[in-house]
Nanobody
């Protein structure tokens, strides 16, 4: 089993910065890609940024140039540096990792999605 715990959310003024952290524990050797998602109040959850285990990153268009995703392998930690924050960035931010899964006969099965509990980011003056 893998557990994810996020931290670093809070209240920040527009134009400010925050850094979110996500610490993985348990069977961390099975972790490959990791990602940050967010869910604004009353809206669906959306992908913010993701990173493969080889370090390739991609971002939602809305955060490109402002957010940076990074990983510290030895610490089993995923980060999201958020700069020039806007009110539209307000949301609960979730850490995610898909775990490869297999049927008993060895055929690939749908990934098991592991989620953290979320951390609230509020951007407001």
């Amino acid at each position: 089993q893998v557990q994810l715990v996020e931290s670093g959310g809070g209240l920040v003024q527009p134009g400010g910065s925050l850094r979110l952290s996500c610490v993985a524990s348990g069977s961390v050797r099975v972790i490959s890609a990791m990602a940050w998602y967010r869910q604004p109040a009353g809206k669906e959850r959306e992908l913010v940024a993701r990173m493969t285990n080889t370090g390739t990153a991609d971002y939602a268009d809305s955060v490109k140039g402002r957010f940076t995703i990074s990983r510290d392998g030895p610490k089993n930690t995923l980060y999201l540096q958020m700069n020039n924050l806007k009110p539209d960035d307000s949301a609960v931010y979730y850490c995610n990792t898909p775990i490869k899964n297999y049927y008993t006969d060895g055929r690939p099965a749908p990934d098991i999605e592991i989620w953290g509990q979320g951390t609230l980011v509020t951007v407001s003056s």
